[in-house]
């Protein structure tokens, strides 16, 4: 069976029971105590008109540099006038699409009146939720579209899942912008994605640099070549962890056995030499594994609780298998758990390393600093293929980018 199947049968059961069917146990949505709905709506080459909405609270409207005034006096509001202590929340942007993100820039762009203390906030504010929200995992902007779509499938053609049909699938009766948190309430749950720590970290660290800026009434610094290359790194990064997050969900690895991203099969065991060395006998031969992968690998199936009995390693080879399948080799790391002889595994590319992550953009900070010119003297990197992350997949296929949401 392929993905693609899969997701079709999916939907098929979404349609005969006419709701919507889960991929994943957790909720794609961070732990959050402070968020803020927004919505914008922008009309060509028009100004931006805001639209926000606390917990419980009616709607408040603004248009061009009013909008952020009155985006900054919420986000104070809501912080309990602390917007710098240590115990100081970040407050998350709550939205239905990517065109209020897209507006957010715009509004974010505009310069503040001097000395008005809630325009700079607010101007932070929108250039913070724009910045933060090209990162997938971000616990600063949520779009709950985008949200919607990984953790449920509807029993409609793909593309045609419109804000309107995931409010009545998901019982959100409450219209306009104060509904969406009610639909946030929908998709929260106490069980959420694990290994998204350090783009969390992130965010309050962005988040608390921009304000504390704003607090001081400095402009924004225009961007450079070094933050610009460190501004992709750390979407990259970002992307990365957030693939790994999904693959730690038990329901989501099931789905990922048809798109190749997990593999079982089982075990025979080297012997000598070969001793650190096993070979798993897959039964499908579109696995995405490949050799030099490093992996992480557990005895049972794609939805056991691998903690307690989980190992990691290396793909040394990778060849057809004569029963059928492919053949994996993989080389245990030293003192590691290897599994016995005819045991059922399950195998997925490693997650990322946080704290690899942090010293590769600290090492490329570094060399951005140098005066000589530190591209034409390095060796030419080897080329690497990545895979699209789900996020700018549903970014590039939503019809409504240019629109309001």
Same mark, same amino acid.
């Given at each position: ?77 809501? @912080? ?47 250039? @913070? ?143 000598? #030499? ?15 594994? #490949? ?115």
């Amino acid at each position: 069976m392929s993905v693609e199947l899969y997701d079709a049968g999916m939907r098929a059961a979404a349609a005969h029971y006419r709701r919507p069917v889960p991929r994943l146990r957790a909720t794609p949505l961070p732990d959050t105590a402070v968020r803020l709905a927004v919505r914008t709506v922008r009309a060509k080459r028009g100004p931006v008109a805001l639209e926000v909405a606390g917990p419980g609270q009616t709607a408040q409207r603004a248009t061009g540099r009013a909008a952020l005034g009155l985006l900054g006096r919420t986000v104070v509001a809501l @912080c309990g006038g602390d917007l710098l202590g240590d115990d100081a929340p970040v407050v998350c942007a709550v939205t239905a699409g990517f065109g209020t993100v897209e507006a957010l820039g715009a509004l974010g762009a505009l310069t503040p009146a001097e000395g008005d203390a809630d325009e700079w906030i607010g101007a932070a504010v929108a250039g @913070c939720w724009y910045e933060r929200a090209a990162h997938p995992g971000t616990g600063l902007v949520v779009n709950l579209r985008a949200a919607s779509a990984v953790k449920f499938l509807l029993g409609v053609v793909p593309g045609e899942e419109s804000d309107a049909l995931w409010r009545a699938r998901l019982g959100v009766n409450t219209a306009g912008v104060e509904g969406l948190h009610h639909w946030w309430d929908r998709l929260d749950g106490a069980e959420r994605l694990r290994g998204l720590e350090s783009v969390r970290s992130d965010d309050r660290w962005l988040w608390r640099r921009m304000l504390g800026d704003a607090v001081e009434g400095k402009s924004p610094r225009r961007e450079t070549l070094a933050l610009a290359a460190l501004r992709l790194r750390t979407r990259c990064d970002a992307a990365d962890l957030w693939e790994a997050a999904l693959l730690g969900d038990p329901w989501w690895r099931r789905r990922a056995v048809h798109s190749g991203h997990v593999c079982t099969g089982t075990v025979s065991v080297g012997t000598g #030499k070969d001793a650190a060395r096993f070979t798993v006998h897959s039964d499908r031969s579109d696995t995405r594994l #490949k050799v030099g992968a490093a992996v992480l690998g557990w005895t049972g199936t794609v939805t056991a609780d691998h903690t307690g009995n989980q190992f990691h390693g290396e793909v040394i080879a990778v060849g057809p298998d004569p029963l059928g399948g492919l053949a994996l080799t993989v080389a245990v790391r030293r003192r590691g758990r290897r599994p016995a002889a005819d045991e059922r595994v399950s195998l997925m590319s490693a997650p990322p390393s946080a704290s690899v992550q942090f010293a590769g953009r600290a090492a490329m900070r570094s060399r951005y600093r140098t005066l000589a010119g530190w591209i034409g003297r390095t060796s030419i990197p080897d080329p690497q293929r990545r895979e699209v992350p789900l996020a700018v997949m549903i970014a590039a296929a939503d019809p409504d980018e240019q629109e309001t949401n």
